[in-house]
């Protein structure tokens, strides 16, 4: 399976109304096959993982996005579940806090960034300055518009003093969205994720989607590509999104540290 | 299996030359039933995780000490395998930095408490500031001697303000630590976890466990109590912890929380 095919290449436009949202059923092998394969990748990603923290000398930094209910938390449950939590840091960013606000935007989202060794990964980021405050106008376009150069820049600091960066939009349908919502409705134990507000959100799908297309569109860079990613069905994207970690982490080729000593030469009394 | 017997209870007189550092072989059924048994532990923990998070009510902090090898990221890789990392936190706590040692000693540390929801692990401390701290005198006997009693106030106010705390001292013979070591010189992927320095440290064998002996009698309260989990055989030690664990987590019994809306009312278009 070729997943270069879900990245978004800089500078090229985007159209999101033609960008799947589910391959056929067969993709991967079939859900099946996905299944084995994406425990074989999870495993695979706990090996890189270890090499990384153990070399020290490199981060990764995950950046998911996407429509609520499109898998952010799920996604992070099942790729990671064979990688060690003292490697790895999530930051879930919520709505700001007083403190937060008093800084530029990109101030609470730096503290989170990943140390050398560590796998960072941010269910939501920095980019919903360009998403939710962009859709509900929380601050002037003129604001908004600058933030997508600032976003570049900055990205561009985190990778030049080596942190590498991938990141992705989970992208799903509204008639999925519309029976995951049902679903935790069903749900007893899934009541406390519905939050009425989303209602409000999903009415404003078609804004968000633009938003999501100029996000996509603009910050798409080599230093740190987007991909758009069908998750409709959630065996898809997580087979997706661990074969782009597996390679970008394969790419960047930890390796444990050699010591500065002769280990035959050392006795343990 | 009861693990009770391996807390300490407070006020307690403790004699570590006495405490076990293995048990026989048929303990939990033996290896092989162990590691089935910690397959099933591991899973009731992800669930009670899951549960905690969801409610957003509690906490839980997990203190990890012991000697150098003692096992203290293996235990975390082990017996967090099924634990989705969105909500553990782990932080190690290494030398302090400048800015660390400016403030007092629990300061670094009340930072990473974890918030309602989180399970925090500690690996390695504040007990470090009378351990280490100690036994090469870093500060003068009359304020290692106060901590104690700092600590025990500290870990009030955690557990009074809905923190759960359960602490586990990884106890290891000088004989295990002998051959782990030799194990990091032998295996060139291990080589870079050996640290000359950690044979000085060996030669402080009984200053140590001196200082850990007192921090076990002095610390272990009902608010927070300590484990001294025997550890030379690395599955009785991931399935002692793992059980402590679920114990611990069914006893606060976090619940999905209730909504209060009524599900049934509600029409997603």
Known sequence: MDVSRYRIEPGAPVDLMRWPTREDD?????????RKQLVELSRRLGELQARLYAEGRQALLIVLQGMDTAGKDGTIRHVFRAVNPQGVRVTTFKKP???????????????HAPARGEIGIFNRSHYEDVLVVRVHGLVPREVWERR?????????????????????????????????LEARLANPEKNWKFNPADLAERK??????????????????AAAPWYAVPADRKWQRNLIVARVLVETLEAMDPRFPKVDFDPRTIRVD
Chains 1, 2 share one sequence.
């Open 148 to 180: 997508y150069d600032h976003i570049n820049a900055f990205e561009q600091l985190l990778a030049d003093e080596g942190t590498r960066i991938v990141k992705f939009f989970l992208h799903i349908s509204k008639e999925e969205q519309k029976e995951r």
């Open 97 to 111: 806090t007083a403190l937060e606000l008093a800084h530029d935007y990109l101030w609470r989202v730096h503290r």
């Open 26 to 34: 067969g993709f991967g092998g079939g859900k099946k096959t996905a």
């Open 204 to 221: 404003l799908w078609d804004a968000y989607t633009e938003a999501y297309r100029v996000m996509l569109e603009r910050t798409s860079t």
